[in-house]
């Protein structure tokens, strides 16, 4: 009985010490700036994620397969197949630390030879963001190959995706910007 009383006394002080502190006036304001900061955070990742037509519209680029040498080797692979690369988006490449803003796709028909897609790779990977090398059919279901600009082949992951892998298109790359991105992730 003694120690209950004990606790209920020691609830209602730390009752009141809280009551005291959020009547300051500084709290108040500190709590509406972080209540505000998040209104503002969602209503922009959900309009974004509307116009992108997808739920991860940017990305950080987490390695070098992507780059471009100043020889613009990467396309050598192509012209060795008889495909002009003069049309490809992202003519420049990327590399770690870029940040990529991503455009979702409605159907398969909308990826072409020479986009550059994000790949969901199952699991709990890193999703994959190569250049579409070819598209064929098979047994009528749509399969394509994607290989990184740098690398000197396809990845045996990327031989035969399907339509249902890919997150979206690369549209737009921001240098360096992705470099906040990796940080919060630990990489």
């Known amino acids: 009985m003694v ?11 730390v009752q009141r ?5 959020l009547r300051r006036p500084a709290v108040h304001e500190t709590v509406e700036f972080l209540l505000m900061l ?12 509307v116009i992108f037509r997808t739920d991860s519209f940017w990305r950080g680029v987490t390695s070098q397969s992507m780059k471009h040498e100043d020889d613009y080797s990467w396309r050598q692979y192509f012209s060795d197949r008889g495909i002009d690369t003069s049309q490809f988006p992202l003519q420049g490449g990327f590399e770690r630390g870029d940040l990529l803003i991503i ?4 159907s398969f028909s909308e990826i072409r030879v ?3 897609v994000v790949l969901d790779q199952g699991g709990n990977t890193i999703p994959l963001v190569h250049r579409v090398v070819e598209i064929w059919y098979e047994n009528g279901s749509p399969r394509f ?10 990845l045996p992951a990327e031989v035969a995706n399907r339509p249902e892998q890919v997150l979206g298109k690369v549209i ?11 940080w919060f992730q630990g990489q």
């Open 3 to 13: 120690g209950s009383r004990r606790l209920r006394r020691r609830v209602k002080q």
């Open 103 to 106: 455009q979702g796709v409605s």
């Open 17 to 21: 010490h809280l009551k005291n502190f």
């Open 172 to 182: 737009f790359v921001v240098p360096k910007l992705g470099y906040i991105s990796l």
């Open 145 to 154: 190959m994607t290989k990184g600009d740098a690398n000197s082949r396809p």
């Open 114 to 116: 020479g986009d550059v």
């Open 38 to 49: 998040g209104f503002l955070y969602f209503s922009f990742t959900g309009i974004m994620m």
